[in-house]
């Protein structure tokens, strides 16, 4: 017994050593709630706010937030103020979406940024992945999706590109959307993040018979 309790502590001894136990964050408790939406915020240094007008309460049990900078206004040569409502003249940051769906969870945040760089890269995004990581939880280290996502192929003439990642736990999938002509100036971008390939493919399948 002595000298099974000495391979024990030794085995336990190694697995630390080694890296094999880890500290990783628990799952975050879903749908999202505005505390949790808004500690991401903070973490990462990403502007916004959220307003309780645009809070949306969706048919599969998601709740909806959209995330503004206060600070920031629509150009005047883009968006006439005659066209605009007080609430449309502030940015849109983010819209986060999130619920259990047949007992499994799922998130998707939709960024916006008005002028972003002429050519992709992944490190322009960081900021954005690390939010959507920090907002889903489940993870041992805040950059690992984007991590995952950095050797992706995607196309060499800035077009619209979607690619996924397979991570212990999570299924991600990823959509960046260019500006779609020249009088456009918004990239978009969409991170959703599935417990599971197969629960990605059940909630597409949902969405695409209502």
Same mark, same amino acid.
């Given at each position: 017994?002595?000298?099974?309790?000495?391979?024990?502590?030794?085995?336990?001894?190694?697995?630390?050593?080694?890296?094999?136990i880890?500290?990783?964050?628990?799952?975050?408790?879903?749908?999202?709630?505005? @505390?949790?939406?808004i500690?991401?915020? &903070?973490?990462?240094?990403?502007?916004?706010?959220?307003?309780e007008?645009?809070?949306?309460?969706?048919?599969l049990?998601?709740? +909806?937030?959209v995330?503004?900078?206060?600070?920031?206004?629509?150009?005047?040569?883009?968006?006439?103020?005659?066209? #605009?409502?007080?609430? &449309?003249?502030?940015?849109?940051? !983010?819209?986060?979406?999130?619920?259990?769906?047949?007992g &499994?969870?799922?998130?998707s945040v939709?960024?916006? #940024? #008005?002028? @972003?760089?002429?050519?992709?890269? *992944?490190?322009? *995004?960081?900021?954005?992945?690390?939010?959507a990581?920090?907002?889903?939880?489940g993870?041992?280290?805040?950059? $690992?999706?984007y991590?995952a996502?950095?050797?992706?192929?995607?196309? $060499? $003439?800035?077009? +619209?590109?979607?690619? $996924? !990642?397979q991570?212990?736990?999570?299924?991600?999938?990823?959509?960046?959307n260019?500006?779609?002509?020249?009088?456009s100036?918004?990239? +978009?971008?969409?991170? +959703?993040?599935?417990?599971s390939?197969?629960?990605?493919?059940?909630?597409?399948? #949902?969405?695409?018979?209502?």
């Amino acid at each position: 017994m002595k000298r099974l309790t000495c391979v024990l502590l030794t085995v336990i001894s190694l697995c630390f050593l080694s890296g094999c136990i880890t500290d990783v964050a628990p799952r975050s408790n879903f749908p999202l709630n505005e @505390a949790a939406i808004i500690a991401a915020l &903070e973490e990462t240094g990403l502007p916004g706010s959220i307003l309780e007008e645009e809070t949306h309460y969706g048919d599969l049990g998601n709740i +909806s937030y959209v995330i503004r900078n206060p600070e920031a206004a629509f150009p005047v040569t883009v968006y006439p103020e005659s066209a #605009r409502t007080d609430l &449309e003249d502030k940015l849109v940051i !983010a819209a986060v979406n999130s619920a259990v769906f047949e007992g &499994e969870q799922f998130l998707s945040v939709i960024y916006v #940024r #008005r002028n @972003a760089p002429d050519t992709f890269a *992944w490190e322009d *995004w960081k900021q954005h992945i690390v939010f959507a990581t920090l907002l889903n939880g489940g993870y041992e280290d805040e950059e $690992d999706i984007y991590r995952a996502f950095l050797d992706k192929e995607r196309p $060499d $003439d800035n077009s +619209s590109f979607t690619v $996924d !990642a397979q991570l212990t736990g999570r299924y991600c999938v990823t959509n960046c959307n260019p500006p779609s002509d020249s009088h456009s100036i918004d990239t +978009s971008m969409v991170v +959703s993040i599935f417990e599971s390939q197969e629960a990605y493919q059940n909630i597409q399948d #949902r969405l695409q018979h209502e």
